[in-house]
């Protein structure tokens, strides 16, 4: 600022200033501040009022549309996986209970379930005693492979459903799809799903009657069914599975040991359950650590999240599932904290005959006692 007193252009300065025309300037530039601040208030209204008002209609044309789930994007043979079996839903109930025997310990009736649009058939055993307080403990007990032709309601594995009853189960042996009077197509258990998709299905249903406390239901396999009842732990509320002579849980282990059982023969599929499984092999080739794909099939790759305890039973002499497939399960068991043990006999083949029956079926019960009741 130039405020030298003896500065010649000072003195210009104040001597030029016209008073009027500095008050008359003055008031231009108040008039022209007055305006552009009703501008600013008009233009501020306009982007406040009227964002909010479109802001709420945005939300109210929103608000009507339907919600959606994120769910992964479907993949060929996605239905294989544990993520998928995993968060689908399981929704059945049973039919009506028809008797077919009975004796002092236990009723057995014939009754069905839906599963993905199919009738499942299945025997029913309920103890004769008192029910006890919220519903008796139930077992889903799923057979091992029976060529489909040669299948018995209810002939197949009675003794088993006869002593588990007498121990105070409801036993559901289900007549997987295909077998029986079941409807739907047998397919195996290792390369599909809907042997796991029955099971759960069969749970559901047992869970839905009002002599079952929905909570104490476990799951009980034979030979091909270790697979299906290890799989069907991808319900983590599963509290209790019992496997006899179980086998194929990494799918590597099927590679190392085999599966040696006569009865078995490829042709019984049919074409176009052969073809789709030669479609699978040719999309993911044969399971292997190295595939993305085949690592989500594989149960033993999601124990993380299993919360029910584990059994096993194998014969040291069973001929046609080696008791390797067991010994392996058992050391990828302990380095989890899931509850589990192995029984191991000497005797007994693949059925656990003879004496070994006896002491394999009572440590069944027992075992399913403790964490069923």
């Known amino acids: 600022m130039i405020n030298d007193v003896n500065n010649p252009f000072t003195d210009q300065i104040k001597v030029n200033v016209d008073p009027k025309k500095s008050n008359k300037k003055r008031k231009i530039e108040i008039v022209i501040f007055s305006f552009f ?58 039919s009506e209970l028809q008797q077919v025997s009975s004796n002092a310990s236990h009723t057995s009736y014939l009754t ?20 006890p307080e919220g ?9 091992g492979y029976i060529p489909p032709a040669n299948y018995n309601t209810l002939t197949n594995y009675s003794s088993y459903v006869d002593f588990l009853a007498r121990n105070g189960f409801v036993v559901f042996k289900i007549d997987l799809r295909g077998h029986g009077d079941s409807e739907g197509e047998a397919g195996g258990g290792y390369f599909g799903s809907d042997y796991i ?22 799951i009980w396999g034979h ?3 270790g697979n299906i009842a290890l799989r069907s ?3 983590s509320d599963v509290p209790a599975v019992v496997i006899w002579a179980g086998a194929v849980y ?25 073809s789709k499984r030669q479609e699978l092999y040719e999309k993911y080739g044969s399971p292997s650590a190295q595939s ?12 993380q999240d299993t919360k029910g305890a584990i059994q096993i039973h194998h014969a040291v002499n069973d001929n046609v599932v080696s008791v390797g497939y067991s010994r392996d399960l058992m050391e990828i068991l302990d380095k989890t904290t899931i509850v589990h043990e192995l029984h191991e006999y000497k005797n007994g083949g693949h059925n656990l005959k003879g004496a070994s029956f006896a002491q394999a079926m009572q440590r069944t019960a027992d075992f399913f006692k403790s964490y069923l009741r």
Do not use: C
Request: hydrophobic share 40%.
């Open 197 to 218: 998709i029955d099971v759960l299905n069969a749970r559901s249903a047992l869970s839905s009657s009002d002599f079952v406390n929905p909570e104490k239901i476990g």
């Open 250 to 274: 990494t799918y590597e282990d099927r590679v190392k040991y085999g599966i040696n059982d006569s009865s078995f023969s490829p042709n019984q599929f049919s074409p176009s359950r052969t």
């Open 233 to 235: 732990m991808v319900s």
């Open 112 to 131: 069905s379930y839906d599963s993905d649009g199919f009738k499942i058939n299945g025997m029913l055993t309920k103890p004769n005693i008192q029910m």
């Open 37 to 94: 601040i009703i501008v600013s208030i008009t233009i501020l209204y306009y982007l406040v009022i009227k964002n909010k008002e479109g802001a709420e209609s945005f939300q109210e044309n929103i608000s009507i549309l339907p919600v959606q789930d994120l769910t992964p994007t479907p993949f060929p043979f996605i239905e294989l996986t544990v993520p998928y079996l995993r968060e689908r839903k399981y929704e059945s109930n049973l």
């Open 292 to 303: 993305v794909f085949w690592q989500k099939v594989i149960p033993t790759n999601y124990l």
């Open 135 to 143: 519903g008796f403990p139930g077992i889903i007990f799923v057979h």
């Open 223 to 225: 030979s091909m069914a």
